[in-house]
C-alpha cells in the first residue's frame, strides 16, 4: 500500500505542476508579462551577467558525473582554439565532482564546514585545499570562463557529523530542513534558508566558489520539485543562493535545473537567475526534441537580456563516453533532425551548451557550431515568437535589429515527407520583393515578391534572412 500512495502522490504533483504551466501560459497569452517588478534583480551586480544567451561546453552529456581534469582541460583547449572565436566561452563541470566516479558512494569530498570539495583523485590539482581555483585558472589562461554543476542544499555527510558552518556558531543542524530532499538523489538534504544558519550556509559556498574564480554555477534539484515537502519550485533556496552570490562581489551567472519551471513562477526565476530550464532533461531522442516546439511557444515572451529560458544542453556529437549505464555513442539524431534542434535554439535565442566530447567533433557538428551568421540569430535578434503552427509545418520569427528585415525559421516535423512551406511576406509585416539568404548554406537564394516557400525534408529546418527591398 505504501508503494502506490506513494505513486499515486508523484502522479498528484506531476498534474498539479502540469496545470500551473498551463495556467500560467493561459494568464499571459497574446501579452508582454515583463513589468518594472519582473525586470528587478537583488542587485545591480547581478543585472548584466548574462546580455546574451551564455554558450559554453558541459560535461555531463559525454562524462555523467564521471569527468575528470584532463579531459576538463582537452575540452577547453578545444574551445579556446576552435570555438571561442565565435563567442563560445564557457566550460561546466558538472555533477558530482566531490564523489570518487561521480556516484553517491562512501564520503564525499568535504571541508571542516561541510563545502563539498573536488574529489582529489579526479582533479589532483585540487589537493592541499585549493579546490578547483588551479583548474579555474586554466580555463581563464584559455580566454575562457569556468562554471560547476552544484545541488540544492546541505551535503547529507556534513548534517551526519553535525559540522560548523563557516563564520558562525550554529551547525548544520541548525540549518538543515530534512523534509525537503531531492527525490532523485541522496547526496544533499534541503536547508531551512528562514533561518539565520541557512543564509549563512548559502553564503559560505558562495563565498568558496568565488575564491576559486567560478563564472557560471548551475544548480540543479531548484526550479522543480517533486517530494512531499510541497514544493513545485524552490523559490526561497533560489532566492538565498542568487543573494549569497551576489554577495560575494564576484559575477557570477545563475542557471537553475531541471525543468519544466512553473509558469506561474516566471517572474520569481527573472528576478534571482539568469537562464532556467523549460523541460525536463532532454536527450538525443525525436520526440523529446519535438516537444521543446511547445515548451518555446509558452516561454518566448519572456526571452530578453539577462533572462534566458533553457531548453536543455545540445545533445549531439560524441556522447557517454562514460558515468552511464550504456557505453559511448554518436548523436541518434539524424543530420536533419541536429539541424532542426540548433534551428529551433537559435530562433528561441536559447542558452547554448554543447553535451559533445568537443576533441572527437566531426566536420558536420562542428558546422552546427561554429556558423556566425546563424549564431547570430541567438545572439543578436529580438521579438522572437512562433508565426505558425499548421499541422506539422512550423515557423518562427525574429527582428534583425537595425534592420527592417526579419529572421525567418520553418520546420517540418512530419515523419516521413518533405513538405513545401510557404510564408507571405505579409505574415511577416514586409510587401514587395524581399531577398532571401540561407543562413545555413551560407548563400542568397533569390528574391521573391509577396511570399517565399522552401522544401524542408522530413524532420528537418531551415533557417534564412529577409531584407526587404532587395
Known amino acids: 500500500m505504501g508503494v502506490i500512495m506513494k505513486q499515486i502522490w508523484k502522479l498528484a504533483i506531476i498534474f498539479v505542476a502540469f496545470g500551473l504551466l498551463i495556467k500560467g501560459a493561459e494568464s499571459r497569452a497574446g501579452s508582454n508579462p515583463r513589468s518594472a517588478a519582473s525586470l528587478a534583480v537583488d542587485s545591480s551586480a547581478a543585472a548584466h551577467l548574462a546580455a546574451t544567451p551564455p554558450m559554453g561546453w558541459n560535461s555531463y552529456d559525454c562524462y555523467g558525473g564521471d569527468v575528470n581534469e584532463q579531459e576538463v582541460k582537452a575540452n577547453a583547449d578545444y574551445m579556446a582554439e576552435h570555438l571561442a572565436r565565435y563567442g563560445w566561452k564557457y566550460i561546466v563541470v558538472d555533477y558530482y565532482w566531490y564523489y570518487p566516479e561521480g556516484r553517491v558512494s562512501g564520503a564525499p569530498a568535504m571541508d571542516s564546514y561541510g563545502r563539498l570539495l573536488p574529489d582529489p583523485k579526479r582533479f589532483p590539482s585540487s589537493v592541499n585545499g585549493q579546490g578547483f581555483k588551479p583548474l579555474a585558472d586554466y580555463v581563464h589562461s584559455k580566454g575562457l570562463k569556468f562554471g560547476i554543476h552544484i545541488m540544492r542544499g546541505i551535503p547529507r555527510a ?26 532523485w538523489s541522496k ?25 576559486w ?49 512553473p509558469l506561474v513562477d516566471a517572474t520569481n526565476v527573472e528576478r534571482y537567475s539568469q537562464l532556467w530550464r523549460i523541460s525536463n532533461d532532454m536527450w538525443d531522442n525525436w520526440q523529446q526534441v519535438a516537444d521543446q516546439f511547445g515548451y518555446c511557444r ?30 559511448a555513442r554518436m548523436t541518434r539524431l539524424t543530420h536533419d533532425e541536429q539541424r532542426t534542434l540548433m534551428t529551433l535554439w537559435m530562433i528561441f535565442r536559447a542558452p547554448l551548451m554543447i553535451g559533445a566530447d568537443l576533441p572527437s567533433l566531426d566536420s558536420f557538428t562542428l558546422s552546427l557550431f561554429d556558423n556566425p551568421e546563424v549564431l547570430a540569430v541567438d545572439q543578436h535578434s529580438n521579438g522572437n515568437h512562433q508565426l505558425f503552427a499548421r499541422g506539422e509545418e512550423i515557423a518562427w520569427t525574429a527582428n534583425i535589429p537595425g534592420s527592417s528585415g526579419k529572421y525567418l525559421a520553418l520546420f517540418n516535423l512530419d515523419d516521413s515527407h518533405p513538405a513545401q512551406v510557404r510564408v507571405q511576406w505579409s505574415e511577416l509585416g514586409l510587401h514587395g520583393k524581399c531577398a532571401v539568404r540561407d543562413l545555413w548554406q551560407r548563400k542568397d537564394v533569390g528574391s521573391y515578391t509577396q511570399e517565399f516557400s522552401a522544401e524542408i525534408p522530413s524532420h528537418g529546418a531551415g533557417l534564412y534572412r529577409i531584407a526587404p527591398g532587395e
Open 213 to 261: 574564480g567560478v563564472d557560471y554555477i548551475k544548480a540543479d534539484d531548484m526550479s522543480r520539485a517533486e517530494n512531499p515537502y510541497g514544493e513545485i519550485y524552490h523559490a526561497p533556496e533560489i532566492e538565498a543562493l542568487r543573494q549569497a552570490m551576489t554577495r560575494t562581489g564576484r559575477p557570477m551567472v545563475l542557471s537553475l535545473s531541471p525543468g519544466p519551471t
Open 298 to 327: 509558452l516561454w518566448a515572451p519572456y526571452i530578453g537580456p539577462n533572462h534566458w529560458p533553457d531548453p536543455d544542453m545540445l545533445p549531439l556529437g560524441r556522447l557517454r563516453l562514460r558515468g552511464f549505464e550504456d557505453q
Open 158 to 183: 556534513a548534517v551526519e557529523q553535525n559540522l560548523p558552518i563557516l563564520g558562525t556558531k550554529s551547525h548544520a543542524r541548525d540549518a538543515v530542513n530534512f523534509l525537503n530532499t531531492c527525490s
Open 187 to 211: 547526496a544533499m538534504y534541503g536547508v531551512d534558508v528562514a533561518k539565520p544558519a541557512g543564509r549563512a550556509y548559502y553564503n559560505s559556498i558562495a563565498a568558496l566558489y568565488a575564491q
